[in-house]
């Protein structure tokens, strides 16, 4: 957890959080304490403050229930998962079964794991069972039937907790805890306990990507920091704790980032600083030949790594951003002319150098790319400007980085900021939209007419409900989108599917294409009939990408989703806007698109539209049914 | 270090634990003498005393103690 800086005052500042009379501050103090690098009992004692206070939903927290079934001891894991998810705002409601129950607990409609309607179950179960079916002198498809049969089991347990529960589903992979029984020469022989593992774990990966299901990688991990960091033979016969308590903090920091993931809080946006961080030296002194950059420099090549890994995360949907204290032409120029410079300019989505505060520049970055502050990651060498911006901008992540160029990609990539629950076309494209997207700015500041600029676009929208292939896609705008999202419900994958495949419902999906190329699926919407009123349809859910905020697609959606009801018998459209910190954009979406108000109650509000009396809407959208 | 120290590092350790400011060690408490220091609390606070004093209890040690005084005799003796 060395990315998370050093609490100041531990005691003191958890005493203050303890004597505070106001929950809500309690709970605001905690969630900053939780930013900073805890050991196991400093999070063991943040958790019990937590506990002790009475939780209704807090605005700007969100609550998720996690259930773990496990097959060892857990007393030690819901609270760094609780710490961890309040370092992301988000309150973890943990349920823990009796010890080595879950198989019951999961079959039983009665049990309290069903009573707790968990949306996360975590199966932590350990490979002991399967290795002691394994002799030694197993062969190959010995070794491969007992492991099949194993992973079959799994995936009934997943299935009935699918099913059952329409939970989304974390496997844990299985650490080896195993000891080599020949040594080197264990790799060449199959029915080997180490053996056994590995073949595990790549089977349990394959069967939860054909299933859908997420993994939890501690196997991963376990290598990454060496085994006897993350399990502790004494502890095991002590308590059976198969997770040391060391290694519970990084485990619940593991498990937040994929809750997060799936409700769309993971980072979005990386920016760097310059000097001395995605080059060696100070451009504006050294010049752009004086930089240290690339091969014939160790430090050199450690500067061009942090860019190679920084263009990676790119390639999978990160958006790169720079914000520097520089003359802006020099700094440019470094892209454009340094021969070593693996970041080319268009690789950058926001580029912002002068010699503004830092703080301020990340909310200019923000507001170019449509993203919020909570998306960020800000890497930069200097100390002075990193605790700068903890200060002021508390909501973006700016991690502790070493001292040593040589390790900075290494403290990024632990920190597990961009933790993803799917990886999708659309990811592979995002870098590109948001350069497409500057083109089109370019083009308005050139018409400058706004309508003009449209009518140039040749925008068409693609719908039809929500089909097989983009599944993923429909399911990750609903979890991932903040701002145009009228009710923020979140679904499960295998919820949008009963969606998609309920006959009462309309789904839709939107992809919208213009001549710069295609945005995607970038909104969707679902439609069902409001309770004792067959002929009136209420929008479940809308979201839209902000990638195509100003285009009018709200307009043509609307359009078409009257035209699809109309279709239907409907009679009119119901429709709910649900307030949150974040889509505060659309909180005049549906007065704008016509509806009249039905009621207001704190905060929330819900509209209808008679459609006898809708007019369809004109655009510069074309309609294009059906066709990807 | 004496065996007070120790004991008043114990004390604000399980305090810390427990939340609990009222828990006053002696060298004969007995963990069932404490509120909520149960088995998973009695692990947590050899893991705590262990990064606290940089030891390594042994198991057979762990699940012996009879009381406080034999974790303090214990700590000191691996701290020589």
């Known amino acids: 957890m060395s990315w998370l800086p050093i609490a100041p005052d531990f005691r003191a500042d958890l005493k203050l959080a303890l004597e505070s009379p106001d929950p809500r501050d309690c709970l605001e103090r905690l969630a900053s304490l939780a930013q900073y690098r805890l050991g196991y009992i400093e999070t063991l004692q943040l958790d019990r403050v937590l506990g002790r206070l009475t939780l209704k939903p807090e605005s700007g927290f969100t609550v998720v229930r996690l259930a773990i079934l496990a097959s060892s001891t857990i007393d030690h894991l819901p609270p760094p998962i609780r710490v961890a998810g309040l370092r992301r705002s988000l309150l973890i409601d943990v349920h823990t079964g009796a010890y080595g129950q879950y198989r019951q607990d999961l079959l039983d409609p009665g049990s309290s794991l069903h009573q707790f309607a968990p949306q996360f179950i975590l199966f932590s179960i350990s490979a002991r069972d399967t290795i002691a079916g394994v002799p030694l002198t197993a062969t190959t498809d010995e070794v491969d039937e007992t492991i099949g049969r194993s992973v079959d089991v799994l995936r009934l347990l997943w299935r009935k907790a699918r099913d059952t529960l329409h939970a989304t589903i974390v496997q844990q992979t299985f650490l080896d805890i195993t000891e080599p029984v020949f040594g080197s020469y264990d790799r060449l022989v199959p029915g080997t306990p180490a053996q056994v593992i590995t073949r595990l774990n790549d089977r349990l990966s394959n069967a939860a990507a054909q299933d859908g299901v997420l993994l939890l990688d501690v196997a991963r991990c376990s290598e990454r920091d060496g085994i006897d960091a993350w399990f502790d033979a004494g502890r095991w016969y002590q308590g059976k704790l198969e997770i040391a308590p060391e290694a519970a903090i990084l485990y619940g920091d593991m498990v937040a980032r994929i809750v997060a993931a799936q409700r769309g809080l993971s980072k979005k946006c990386l920016v760097f600083d310059l000097d001395n961080t995605l080059w060696g030296g100070v451009i504006g002194d050294d010049g752009p030949e004086g930089i240290v950059l690339g091969e014939g420099s160790a430090a050199g090549e450690a500067h061009l790594a942090l860019q190679r890994y920084a263009k990676q995360l790119k390639e999978r949907g990160v958006i790169l951003a720079i914000c520097s204290k520089n003359d802006p032409a020099i700094a440019e120029s470094a892209f454009r002319d340094h021969p070593e410079m693996l970041l080319k300019r268009q690789d950058i989505s926001a580029f912002v150098a002068n010699w503004d505060d830092k703080a301020q520049n990340l909310k200019a970055i923000v507001t170019q790319l449509n993203i919020g502050l909570d998306s960020l990651v800000f890497v930069d060498d200097n100390p002075v400007e990193r605790a700068r911006i903890r200060q002021s901008l508390p909501m973006v992540a700016v991690p502790e980085l070493p001292q040593d160029i040589a390790h900075y990609v290494r403290c990024l990539a632990d920190a597990g900021y961009f933790e993803a629950v799917a990886f999708t076309s659309e990811d592979r494209l995002r870098t590109e939209q948001y350069a497409a997207n500057a083109e089109r700015g370019a083009l308005l500041e050139v018409s400058g007419n706004l309508d003009d600029f449209l009518a140039s676009l040749q925008m068409t929208v693609v719908f039809g409900k929500f089909n097989k292939a983009d599944l993923v896609r429909v399911t990750q705008l609903f979890n991932k989108t903040n701002q145009f999202n009228t009710t923020t419900k979140r679904y499960t994958a295998e919820e949008v599917a009963s969606f998609a495949a309920a006959e009462e419902t309309v789904t839709l999906q939107f992809r919208l294409l213009d001549k710069f190329g295609d945005n995607g699926l970038v909104s969707a919407m679902i439609l069902r009939p409001y309770p004792k009123q067959p002929e009136v349809l209420e929008i479940e859910n809308w979201v839209m990408s902000c990638r195509v905020f100003g285009r009018q697609l709200e307009l043509e959606a609307l359009n078409i989703a009257v035209e699809q009801s109309r279709r239907r018998g409907g009679k009119a459209l119901r429709a709910d806007y649900i307030p949150t910190p974040k889509n505060g954009v659309i909180s005049q979406l549906y007065p704008s698109l016509g509806f009249s108000p039905l009621s207001d109650k704190t905060g929330s509000s819900s509209w209808i539209l008679e459609l006898a009396k809708y007019v369809t809407r004109s655009t510069h959208i074309s309609w294009s049914e059906g066709a990807r | ?80």
């Open chain 2, 1 to 80: 270090m004496t065996d007070q120290e120790i004991l008043n590092a114990f004390t604000r350790i399980l305090g810390d634990l427990l939340l609990d400011d009222s828990i006053a060690l002696s060298m004969e408490t007995r963990r069932q003498d404490v509120p909520n220091w149960d088995s998973f609390n009695y692990i947590n606070f050899m893991v705590a005393v262990e990064i606290e004093f940089g030891v390594k209890f042994k198991v057979a040690d762990i699940e012996s103690f009879e009381n406080v005084g034999a974790i303090i005799a214990e700590t000191k003796a691996l701290l020589q």
